[in-house]
């Protein structure tokens, strides 16, 4: 098997991070996004979504979407991390708190650089007034974010998930690529910041 990425995307490094966690090596097919790499008719033959990370497996089947392929490890690999919850209420924890940190942060934040950029104007519509919208909307959740981490050393759980990769990469996404200044604002995001990022899948 073997994993097409492009290291320095978001979600391409949840993966990475996620497989750093269960010590799981796979090799990997460096793809260039931003040069169309993932837009020729040969990954698009391969990818439902057209987009990077894809798994693709030994009999040749693939697997899009970062946590999807996270799934698939996760089911595969004898751990005890317990990435995706352990018992029925982290498990639904998990899943609860992932999509509020995707479809509230992770997501909107995607959409600001994709429409304040126009990185991708090449291939989709940029409305530079989304982009200013859906950055506010990033701003907006913080808050939420802030709180939770005050009553909780991680997001999910009371133990280290597959929501604090999530969050870690929208902190980050945050602070490099949209000029927030997360970590400076939110003492409680910054404190669980230091404590994931010490972490060695994160170095």
């Given at each position: 098997?073997?994993i097409y990425?492009?290291a320095?995307?978001?979600?391409c490094?949840?993966?990475?991070?996620f497989l750093?966690?269960?010590?799981v090596?796979?090799?990997r097919e460096e793809?260039?996004?931003r040069?169309?790499?993932?837009?020729t008719d040969e990954?698009?033959?391969?990818?439902v979504?057209g987009r990077v990370?894809?798994?693709?497996?030994?009999?040749g089947?693939t697997i899009?979407?970062?946590?999807?392929?996270c799934?698939y490890?996760?089911?595969i690999t004898k751990?005890?991390?317990?990435l995706?919850?352990?018992?029925?209420k982290e498990?639904?924890?998990?899943?609860?708190?992932h999509?509020?940190v995707?479809?509230?942060?992770?997501?909107?934040?995607f959409?600001?650089?994709r429409?304040?950029?126009s990185?991708?104007?090449?291939?989709?519509?940029?409305?530079?007034?989304?982009?200013?919208e859906s950055?506010?909307r990033?701003v907006q959740f913080?808050?939420q974010?802030?709180?939770?981490?005050?009553e909780?050393d991680y997001v999910?759980?009371?133990?280290?998930?597959?929501?604090?990769i999530t969050?870690f990469i929208?902190?980050?996404?945050?602070?490099?690529?949209?000029?927030?200044?997360?970590?400076?604002?939110?003492?409680?995001?910054?404190?669980?910041f230091?404590?994931?990022?010490s972490?060695?899948?994160?170095?």
């Open positions: 098997m073997k990425q492009t320095m995307t978001p979600s490094r949840r993966v990475s991070i750093k966690e269960l010590q090596e796979v090799p793809l260039n996004v040069a169309g790499d993932n837009l990954f698009a033959a391969k990818s979504n990370p894809l798994l693709e497996l030994d009999d089947t899009c979407e970062s946590v999807a392929i799934r490890f996760d089911e751990s005890d991390k317990g995706f919850g352990t018992n029925a498990k639904a924890d998990v899943e609860m708190w999509r509020v995707e479809f509230q942060g992770l997501y909107a934040g959409q600001a650089f429409n304040l950029t990185i991708y104007s090449d291939r989709e519509t940029c409305v530079y007034d989304w982009g200013v950055k506010e990033l913080l808050p974010l802030e709180q939770r981490l005050a909780s999910a759980s009371s133990r280290f998930t597959i929501v604090d969050t929208l902190i980050g996404f945050a602070q490099n690529g949209l000029e927030i200044e997360v970590l400076a604002t939110y003492p409680n995001i910054n404190r669980w230091d404590l994931v990022s972490r060695p899948s994160f170095q």
